[in-house]
């Protein structure tokens, strides 16, 4: 009984792929793939649309596909010419008795990257959000039209900010300030955005002012949460570090000092700054002045010595004179 269940399933299985005239009737694919490409969404049979993204340079794409019945005819496969934008592609898949069932393939070919240059090195503009980096602040995601491409980025209302992401040449993603100018009257503007966090405050970090570098402070790389920063020391192994940012919470921009082995930071009082400045200026009065009073002594004492020197020249000839006369009445 069992095997003749089997047997009976078999034929009605078989005669529902079969037209009347015996011509099989299975119009679907076994599998689709383009070369290099992954598609979205996966592959299914029942599935038809489908669709891919390729970087700009990419001018050809490569079609394969595989009909689930091997007397299927497909056509729409091989390599086709792509151009920037977006490119449909049909893959028709007809069956021994005629019946047709259409995939589409949409290509989406990216459009020119955007570069962006920064004293002479070349960023490349992140047009994709999930590149971003995470920003653990408070901000809204917002996007930019940048040459005619939209742009993912972040706003910081507290700051009036607004971050895009670059990409540097070894593949390196940091988050820049973006400032654009009205009527392109100037270039538009990057500086890299990086944020300074203790237990008490986060500091968005900015350039140091010159006018505020206290005398006798170098410059020095430091790195702060794991990040490089610019910062002024008295000496390179010093604990302290003075960096220079704007205080999120108050939006005040302070000179600021940071303890390298408690990892905290603390306004820095400019007073002290200018105190130092002032005890510097007098130290420097002080030394200018022990040089000048170096040189008159020393002019002084040249002076002596010449005098000196003149009373024993003229003393020894007077002596050499007498002797003369002596021997001459000899």
Same mark, same amino acid.
Do not use: C
């Given at each position: ?8 399933s078999?034929?009605k299985?078989s ?16 599998s689709? /793939?383009?070369?290099g490409? %992954? ?7 029942n599935?038809t649309?489908? &669709?891919? $993204?390729?970087p700009?340079?990419v ?6 596909? $595989? ?17 920037? #934008?977006?490119?449909?592609? %049909? ?7 005629g019946d047709?069932?259409?995939?589409t393939?949409?290509? $989406?070919?990216d459009?020119?990257?955007i570069?962006?240059?920064?004293k ?7 047009k +994709?959000? %999930?590149?971003?980096?995470?920003l ?12 005619e ?11 009036? =900010?607004?971050?895009? #992401?670059?990409?540097? &040449? ?10 654009a100018? *009205?009527d +392109? ?8 955005f ?14 140091f002012?010159?006018k505020?570098?206290?005398s ?10 794991g990040? *490089?920063?610019?910062? =002024?020391? &008295? &000496?390179?192994?010093?604990?302290? /570090?003075?960096?220079? #940012?704007?205080?999120?919470?108050? #939006? ?6 940071y303890? $390298?082995?408690?990892?905290?930071i ?14 510097? %200026?007098?130290m420097k009065a002080?030394?200018?002045g ?18 000196r +020197? ?16 002596r021997?001459?009445?000899?």
């Open positions: 009984k069992s095997s003749s269940r089997s047997s009976s078999s034929s299985s005669a529902a792929n079969k037209t009347e005239d015996n011509k099989a009737n299975t119009a679907t694919l076994k689709l /793939s383009v070369d490409q %992954e598609l979205s969404p996966k592959f299914d049979a599935v649309d489908y &669709s891919i $993204t390729v700009n340079d001018a050809k794409i490569n079609i394969k596909a $595989t009909p689930t019945d091997s007397k299927a005819k497909i056509a729409g496969v091989g390599e086709h010419a792509v151009k920037e #934008g977006e490119n449909k592609f %049909e893959i028709k898949v007809t069956a021994e008795n047709v069932k259409t995939y393939l949409k290509v $989406t070919v459009k020119k990257p570069i962006v240059k920064i002479g090195k070349e960023y490349t503009l992140i +994709n959000k %999930e590149e971003l980096p995470e653990n602040l408070e901000h809204e995601d917002i996007t930019l039209t940048l040459e491409q939209e742009v993912p980025a972040y706003r910081i209302d507290k700051l009036n =900010y607004v971050l895009v #992401g670059l990409k540097d &040449s070894e593949g390196k993603i940091n988050l820049y300030k973006f400032k100018y *009205k +392109n009257k100037k270039p538009d503007e990057y500086t890299l990086k944020q300074v966090n203790s237990k008490a405050l986060t500091i968005i970090y900015l350039d002012p010159k505020l570098i206290p006798g402070y170098k410059k020095y790389a430091e790195e702060i949460n990040d *490089k920063v610019i910062v =002024y020391k &008295s &000496s390179k192994n010093s604990r302290y /570090s003075l960096i220079y #940012g704007i205080n999120l919470e108050t #939006g005040k921009k302070n000179v600021y000092k303890d $390298t082995k408690e990892g905290t603390q306004i820095y009082d400019t007073s002290e700054l200018k105190q130092l400045d002032k005890k510097m %200026e007098i002080i030394i200018l022990l040089i000048g009073l170096a040189g008159l002594l020393l002019i002084i004492i040249i002076i002596v010595i010449a005098t +020197n003149r009373k024993i020249k003229k003393a020894l000839r007077k002596y050499a004179e007498k002797l003369k006369i021997q001459e009445a000899q």
